[in-house]
């Protein structure tokens, strides 16, 4: 794979424990936000979406949660599996009078088989 | 399900030289964007396209220009390629330009010398 992700922070996790990762997010003006998964060699992948009315959102093996106090959003992923091993990366969308998408840098998650 | 293709995969380029980077989305979306990936940072913006017929800067426009072919079509040129655009090029589509998931292609590895 390319160099993409080099100096990320890093999570490692044995295979079936629980992952959490973490996200700071930005603007207090943020009213809708993305976590995407990238395997390495591969364009980001949408996992999940939540918009800032709501404080958690559950799918299959995730859960986003939003706290807006501390503008803090993270993404559990229950029952972590090898194929879960790739970068996380959460993104905010900003209303300023227009539209804005701001992604972060992301987290290496390794799954330990 | 092809969802967002992209061409070419892999490219090395001269400084100086011109190319232009392909994508289309099979998902009758009207929005379209280019992002570049580069190691440890977040995707940054070159260009969207809102709808079919309009285009706008995003946060790194310089060097680059973008054409609107039609719905499905959405290209990024280089016209005079420089080493500092070395990186990885990812075109993304969405249904509508707001508060929605953001649908990647695989990319386009490009290099400058």
């Known amino acids: 794979g390319e160099s993409v992700g080099l100096h990320l922070p890093t999570l490692s996790v044995q295979e079936g424990d629980n992952s959490i990762i973490n996200c700071a997010y930005s603007n207090s003006a943020s009213d809708y936000f993305i976590w995407y998964k990238q395997e390495s060699g591969k364009g980001p992948q949408f996992i999940i979406d939540i918009r800032s009315n709501m404080d958690k959102r559950q799918g299959q093996r995730v859960t986003v949660l939003l706290n807006k106090t501390v503008k803090h959003l993270s993404l559990q992923i229950a029952a972590t599996q090898p194929g879960d091993s790739a970068v996380y990366f959460c993104?905010?969308?900003?209303?300023?009078?227009?539209?804005?998408?701001?992604f972060g840098a992301g987290t290496r998650l390794f799954v330990k088989a | 399900n092809a969802g967002v293709t992209q061409t070419p995969k892999f490219q090395v380029l001269k400084t100086g030289q011109s190319m232009t980077l392909q994508c289309a989305q099979d998902?009758?979306?009207?929005?379209m964007y280019w992002y570049r990936q580069d190691p440890g940072m977040g995707l940054r913006l070159i260009y969207y396209?809102?709808?079919?017929?309009?285009?706008d800067k995003g946060e790194v426009p310089n060097g680059y220009n973008v054409s609107r072919l039609n719905k499905r079509e959405f290209s990024l040129r280089l016209e005079s390629a420089a080493p500092s655009q070395t990186s990885v090029y990812f075109c993304?589509?969405?249904?509508?330009?707001?508060?929605?998931?953001?649908?990647f292609g695989d990319g386009t590895r490009l290099s400058i010398l």
């Open positions: 998902m009758n979306h009207n929005s």
């Open positions: 396209s809102a709808s079919e017929g309009t285009t």
């Open positions: 993304a589509s969405s249904e509508v330009f707001s508060n929605q998931p953001q649908h």
């Open positions: 993104a905010e969308n900003i209303r300023t009078g227009g539209f804005k998408t701001i």
